[in-house]
């Protein structure tokens, strides 16, 4: 019965996270070369393929133990993560860490939205204040991502005019931070600053690589800033107040968002900044739940349509994942 049970589970599981299955595919095998087909995902050889195998049915436990649980806020499938562990997961695709630097930076200016009221509900999605759902690969420099997003949208918001900008000049030329090894976006407004600008991504298109700086497009300037500012840590209301005002960009611990699929994730997580996203915006669920929204750079696929809803207004100061430990904003 327990088995039936289970096997229905994944079946439901996988139908819900669009991979079709024959009703008489009980098979974690043929589970696996489904997944392989949909995703066209290849292995070096049979060794490997029988590892990620062995990973594939973890995750697959791992899902099918969620489904069997108390109810949940979010839910979580076979993604395009299901062949990966946890671990390799964050260390392929997060990227936030601090970069020793001996190269000096403009300081933030204050928070200036501290006297300011909060709506209620905004998501600057809303008339085209964002950019598409981008995909950083397999690069940890979700920072340049997360920092672009963040000035794409000031742009727009006070200039009028939405232009995708580049991640890869930040990856490759942003000596504040360490590419694809890593970096922080505060270091990456840091950096636009100084640079006087920043290019267009159709100048200076993303390479999920470690390659050098191409110094002829810094001086290409399609956006510039005249600094950042950090908002106060561990303090959602100052947080919220700054997203009232423009999209944020914030360090958080990604460690359990591989599988996410949508909903609003609630935990449980810890606070080892590992990951940057970009808070586009907040609201209220129909039973009263408070939630951000998060663009992130794990393409569309991912999460909902690419983003990520996260519990807001916790018990734990520092917000949930860390999500108010460490946060800044570009100023035009």
């Not at 436990?61 to 964050?90: H, M, P």
């Amino acid at each position: 019965m327990a088995y039936a049970f289970k096997t229905a589970a994944l079946l439901f599981l996988l139908h819900c996270s669009w991979y079709w299955l024959p009703a008489s595919s009980s098979n974690p095998m043929d589970m696996f070369e489904q997944w392989i087909a949909q995703h066209g995902r290849q292995y070096k050889d049979e060794s490997e393929k029988l590892y990620r195998l062995g990973v594939f049915t973890g995750n697959m436990e791992r899902v099918s133990s969620f489904l069997q649980s108390d109810k949940r806020s979010y839910t979580i499938g076979l993604n395009r993560f299901a062949d990966l562990t946890t671990e390799e997961f964050i260390a392929t695709f997060t990227g936030a860490r601090s970069i020793s630097s001996n190269t000096s930076k403009p300081a933030p200016m204050p928070f200036p939205y501290a006297n300011m009221a909060a709506p209620s509900r905004i998501d600057w999605r809303d008339n085209g204040m964002v950019t598409p759902i981008k995909d950083q690969g397999s690069c940890g420099s979700c920072w340049a991502f997360s920092s672009v997003a963040s000035i794409e949208s000031i742009n727009k918001i006070a200039r009028g005019k939405l232009i995708s900008l580049s991640e890869q000049e930040l990856v490759a030329c942003d000596y504040n931070d360490a590419g694809c090894d890593g970096g922080l976006h505060y270091n990456a407004f840091a950096f636009v600053v100084s640079n006087g600008g920043i290019t267009t991504e159709e100048n200076y298109p993303y390479q999920p690589d470690q390659s050098a700086c191409d110094a002829a497009k810094l001086s290409d300037h399609a956006v510039s800033i005249t600094g950042y500012s950090l908002v106060p840590t561990e303090d959602e209301a100052s947080l919220m107040k700054a997203v009232a005002n423009q999209p944020v960009s914030v360090s958080i611990d990604a460690s359990e968002f591989m599988l996410y699929t949508g909903g609003i994730f609630d935990g449980p997580c810890e606070a080892n900044l590992n990951h940057e996203v970009t808070l586009v915006g907040y609201g209220t669920d129909k039973n009263g739940t408070n939630y951000w929204i998060a663009k992130n750079s794990w393409g569309e696929s991912w999460g909902d349509q690419g983003y990520l809803l996260l519990q807001k207004d916790v018990a734990e100061k520092e917000g949930l994942c860390g999500l108010a430990i460490r946060a800044s904003f570009p100023i035009i």
